[in-house]
Nanobody, 115 residues
Framework: VHLVESGGGLVQPGGSLRLSCAASGFTFSSYAMSWYRQAPGKERELVAGISGAGGSTNYADSVKGRFTISRDNAKNTVYLQMNTLIAEDTAVYYC?????????WGQGTQVTVSS
């Protein structure tokens, strides 16, 4: 099982980034997918989640209206479009897959919002 995140980097406040998470080794469409993040000195927190078929999404209050989670089951990939980024969005972002008790994590990608 592999979850490989990409798309992180350094961006100025107000900018945008799109994270991708490419999955392999499991039946992707059967898993709910989420993005978590962890800032220095803070606990890991849920950012956004999406159901297996993509019909249901949820977001942390802090990112509602700015971030959009989506998935392409034909490409085994989940995305996180991040707009209007602020300094508080700086963190390592992790891809997470879950189906019942089966859980998989990616290795994370760094997002830094700074001028």
């Amino acid at each position: 099982v592999h979850l490989v995140e990409s798309g992180g980097g350094l961006v100025q406040p107000g900018g945008s980034l799109r994270l991708s998470c490419a999955a392999s080794g499991f039946t992707f469409s059967s898993y709910a997918m989420s993005w978590y993040r962890q800032a220095p000195g803070k606990e890991r927190e849920l950012v956004a989640g999406i159901s297996g078929a993509g019909g249901s999404t949820n977001y942390a209050d802090s990112v509602k209206g700015r971030f959009t989670i989506s998935r392409d089951n034909a490409k085994n990939t989940v995305y996180l479009q991040m707009n209007t980024l602020i300094a508080e969005d700086t963190a390592v972002y992790y891809c997470y897959a879950r189906r019942f008790n089966y859980i998989h994590w990616g290795q994370g990608t760094q997002v830094t919002v700074s001028s």
